[in-house]
């Protein structure tokens, strides 16, 4: 399926029929605390903040608003090192035939345990923060990365992960296609392992364990908002490329809150709305999106479903919606020109489409989207949690996002302005 249209919004609430729901104990509160007892172990380690926006929330019309800021996270600007780090630990630990408890940092980076684990290349694909977390986590762990970039890729993100040590390259194809080259590099190479932070057929166990990783924030801000006297979300809308970090983060919340799981919404770039089109579809088998998935939202710009995420979405999130450029920019300066007294939150363009979808559903010219905020049963009473997924990874987008307007909205066309 290809899809043109950048401006407006996509919007399903979920009529899939279930599954068995095999994959959702992969993220029992159990295993992501084991996640989480790993990254601890970590020098760098330290819990990012929730950010509570008080007057956002009255502005908006809900109850409370927190985000959740990766941008602090191991000083790499967004989350997906908790995925591809945990992702190698425990693939040493297999490897090693030890348990992943038994290899804290300081296990896994000594001299004694690189020479019993080998030399391994971890191969993968990326828009640039999977690939840059890989890359930190091979350095730090004494191996080698090759990362493929699609076509498109920001200079900038290929500098950052080549900084790391890893072989980087930009490629003439999307992003879908580089995880297909990757893939076939690690296989051609002995010492070679694709650390991928998608599944598909016969390639499960690693994605299981990346997206374990991811549970690690989930974890922190369910604690987070507990600490803070919060009873635990009644809302939780998280972004998703090809649906790991979301199937995670799903999966986390309706295992913790089991029969009284919050209201779970996916947001897409709708240029690349493989999740929201597969629940158009219906019947529960997923719909991929080729082409140039044209969207700013470059950590977004995904094509296929991954399918554990995917089986956890089908099952547990409420609403998918495909979200056009116009609305992560308007996120981004929200969260950078906060209403008084709110902190400021540095969210670049994958980090702050939710912020977006919220505030364009609670008030936009019209009360245009109104059916939806009723859909996702969202009103004064609402406790909504936001995970601002990456800082500005892209220091130039950001500028023109947030300085010069860029991908503005036209209310009268309703559109979004390049
Ligand atoms: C900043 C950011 N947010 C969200 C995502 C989406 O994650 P997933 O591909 O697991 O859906 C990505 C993926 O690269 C990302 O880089």
């Known amino acids: 399926m290809n899809r043109t249209n950048n401006t407006d919004l996509v919007f399903t609430t979920n009529h899939l029929p279930p599954s068995n729901d095999k994959w959702l104990p992969i993220m029992s509160e159990e295993n992501v605390r084991k996640a989480l007892a790993f990254h601890r172990s970590f020098p760098q380690y330290e819990v990012t903040p929730l950010h509570r926006l008080r007057r956002m929330a ?29 992702a190698i630990a425990r693939y040493i630990a297999q490897e090693t035939g030890m348990d992943v408890s038994d290899l ?14 080998g030399q391994t290349t971890f191969y993968t694909a990326t828009d640039g923060n999977h690939g840059r977390g890989v890359a930190w986590a091979a350095n730090k762990l004494g191996q080698k990365a090759v990362v ?19 072989e980087v390259t930009i490629e003439k194809v999307n992003y879908d296609d580089c995880v297909r080259m990757a893939a076939a590099e690690a296989a051609a190479d002995p010492h070679g392992v694709i650390i991928q932070d998608t599944a598909w057929r016969g390639y499960t166990d690693i994605p299981s364990w990346i997206m374990q990783g991811y549970g690690t924030l989930a974890i922190e801000a369910d604690r987070q908002l507990l600490a803070d006297g919060c009873e635990g979300p009644t809302h939780v ?33 709708v240029s690349a709305d493989c999740l929201t089109r597969s629940a158009l579809r219906g019947d529960g088998r997923t719909v991929k999106v080729t082409g140039k998935l044209d969207t700013i939202m470059a950590g977004l710009a995904c094509g296929e479903p991954n399918t554990i995420g995917w089986d956890i979405l089908r099952n547990h999130a409420a609403g998918f919606a495909g979200c056009p450029d116009w609305m992560s920019a308007k996120g981004t300066r929200m969260y950078g020109v906060p209403l008084n007294g709110d ?12 912020m977006g979808f919220l505030a364009s559903i609670c008030c ?41 307007g860029l991908y503005g909205i036209r209310h009268r066309g309703e559109s979004g302005i390049k």
């Open 58 to 86: 009255d502005y908006l019309g809900i109850k409370s608003l927190y985000v959740k800021d990766e941008s602090y996270r191991f000083g790499l600007n967004a989350f997906k090192v908790l995925g591809g780090s945990y």
């Open 104 to 117: 804290p940092y300081e296990v896994l980076s000594s001299e004694e345990m690189r020479e019993k684990a």
């Open 148 to 166: 493929r970039m699609p076509r498109g890729s920001s200079e900038i993100r290929r500098a950052n992960i080549e900084k790391l040590g890893a």
């Open 237 to 269: 809308f998280v972004q998703a490329g090809v649906g790991s970090l979301a199937g995670a983060v799903v999966g986390y919340f309706a295992n913790k809150y089991k029969g009284s799981e919050p209201v779970m919404c996916v947001c897409e770039a």
């Open 343 to 354: 902190p400021t939150i540095i969210s670049g363009e994958s980090g702050s489409v939710p």
């Open 364 to 404: 936009y010219k019209d009360d245009k989207y109104a059916e939806i905020r009723e859909a996702l049963r969202l009103d004064e009473n609402s406790r909504v949690l936001l995970i601002s997924t990456e800082g500005n990874t892209d220091p130039t987008r950001f500028r023109e996002v947030v300085w010069d």
